[in-house]
């Protein structure tokens, strides 16, 4: 009876739900486990080769890991498919743990399934993630403390972030004095963790060896580089580099039927924080300090054809066609070469 059994489980905080299906489909068990180790361990001890589906979340990687020590199958669900879950009206935990076990016994590729990393990448990428949180209110207090003085009538000359801590003491108004001062405390301590967060990542770059190749491309820093090869994890799971565009969500979406074939926005599915890192990339290579390049002529095109947002458009752009290039560089270890579509015409 525990043969070509089916287990959908829908993770929460707290408890999951889990219905067990067996290999004609009929409900044998349904039941909540507590979110712990030994209740999950205790549950999926008495299906060890079952094959389990969970939708991608906060738990699901350290979860599916355990399941898979066990023995089980596993399948991670990507929420953003799975339309036929969250679009219901009478949406319950027990009707979401039924249809993933359903979904996953008629066909696993209908989840769209994601892998999740080693647990290593995570804590390596939590280094980068946690970077990115200091930067974002350091910069939210710097908007802060230069609103405020504007409505006493002064205003904080033009610095760098960096420095900003340093100069704004001298144009603070007294009587903001007593309110600003822990702000600036603050910034300035900001500044000194994210300026330790970034000698680990330059050292977390020497233990990926593989982000030296990107590091050679201008505007690409050490933080894209290892995000990108962190959150890429195996180059070879893409069989064409084109397709890295598109896993970022940078590629447009659409909507074809007939001889209607609109043209949309980009997806914007998989990872938000690679691709904000990415376009802002796009943006300094076609930007007044950006070197030269296929690149940048590329982008610049873009912008010279005009158009709504035509800069923003080139960024995104240039940002996808960096992907591609990345993942051709991970993939072949080659020099970079910012001319290389001459390179392409004379082999051709």
């Not at 361990?41 to 939708?55: C, D, G, Q, W």
């Not at 074809?256 to 890192?277: E, F, H, M, P, V």
């Not at 070197?291 to 995104?316: C, H, M, T």
Request: with cysteine; charged share 25%.
């Amino acid at each position: 009876m525990k043969k070509n059994i089916t287990i959908g489980m829908d993770l929460g905080d707290q408890s999951h739900v889990v219905v067990v299906l067996d290999k004609d489909g009929d409900e044998i068990e349904m039941r909540t486990i507590s979110n712990n180790e030994f209740s999950l361990v205790e549950f999926f001890s008495r299906y060890p080769k079952a094959t389990v589906a969970i939708e991608a979340g906060t738990h699901s990687p350290w979860i599916s890991r355990l399941l898979e020590e066990i023995g089980c199958k596993v399948y991670v669900g990507n929420p953003r498919k799975l339309r036929i879950i969250w679009d219901c009206n009478d949406k319950s935990d027990k009707r979401d743990a039924r249809i993933l076990a359903m979904v996953c016994r008629v066909e696993p590729r209908l989840m769209w399934p994601v892998k999740h990393r080693e647990k290593q990448a995570y804590a390596d990428l939590g280094v980068i993630k946690a970077r990115d949180a200091l930067v974002q209110n350091r910069v939210r207090l710097i908007n802060h403390v230069r609103s405020v003085t504007k409505t006493c009538g002064y205003r904080i000359p033009k610095c760098s972030t960096p420095s900003f801590s340093k100069r704004a003491p001298d144009h603070i108004p007294p009587e903001l004095e007593d309110s600003l001062a822990p702000l600036l405390l603050t910034i300035d301590l900001l500044t000194q963790q994210v300026k330790e967060l970034d000698r680990q990542i330059n050292k977390l770059c020497l233990k990926y060896p593989e982000t030296k190749s990107l590091l050679q491309v201008p505007g690409v820093g050490p933080v894209t580089a290892l995000a990108f090869v962190l959150t890429i994890d195996d180059p070879h799971r893409f069989i064409k580099s084109r397709q890295v565009g598109a896993f970022l969500g940078l590629t447009p979406r659409r909507d074809q039927s007939g001889k209607c074939d609109k043209q949309l926005r980009i997806s914007k599915a998989g990872n938000t924080y690679l691709r904000s890192l990415l376009v802002g990339c796009g943006q300094y290579i076609i930007g007044p300090f950006g070197p030269e390049s296929d690149l940048r002529n590329y982008g610049i095109s873009i912008i010279v054809r005009g158009g709504k947002n035509a800069k923003k458009r080139a960024a995104v752009a240039v940002a996808r066609k960096l992907t591609v290039l990345l993942h051709r560089l991970w993939v072949s270890n080659q020099s970079y070469n910012p001319f290389y579509k001459n390179v392409a015409q004379d082999a051709a």
